[in-house]
């Protein structure tokens, strides 16, 4: 059964940090490119950061560039999202998905609220 979790959301003040997980199991992890996407209320889904199967390969939206950072420990099914000087319109429901191909796996997401 395919599975991936994220954890690490939760309220931040403006200006600090968070660092997302998310765990894999079912598949053969270290094979697929690792992306965050984000959604706010009312608006529409926004990929946010990418990292490749192979080499490790990333590329950022505009809005997270210079701010986040996306990584993957393999040994671990794992895929990390660092986010620094985090600003009230990072606030969203922040998915992982697993790429193959034509397979995409989507998991349930994790709330991010940036606020004072």
């Known amino acids: 059964q395919v599975q991936l979790v994220e954890s690490g959301g939760g309220l931040v003040q403006p200006g600090g940090s968070l660092r997302l997980s998310c765990t894999a199991s079912?598949?053969?992890?270290?094979?697929?490119?690792m992306s965050w996407y984000r959604q706010a209320p009312g608006k529409e889904r926004e990929l946010v950061a990418t990292i490749g199967s192979r080499i490790g390969s990333t590329t950022y939206s505009d809005s997270a560039k210079g701010r986040f950072t996306i990584s993957r420990d393999n040994a671990k099914n794992t895929v990390y999202l660092q986010m620094n000087s985090l600003k009230p319109e990072d606030t969203a429901l922040y998915y992982c998905t697993a790429r193959l191909f034509a397979v995409n796996y989507w998991g349930q997401g994790t709330q991010v609220t940036v606020s004072s």
């Open positions: 079912g598949f053969v992890f270290s094979m697929y490119a």
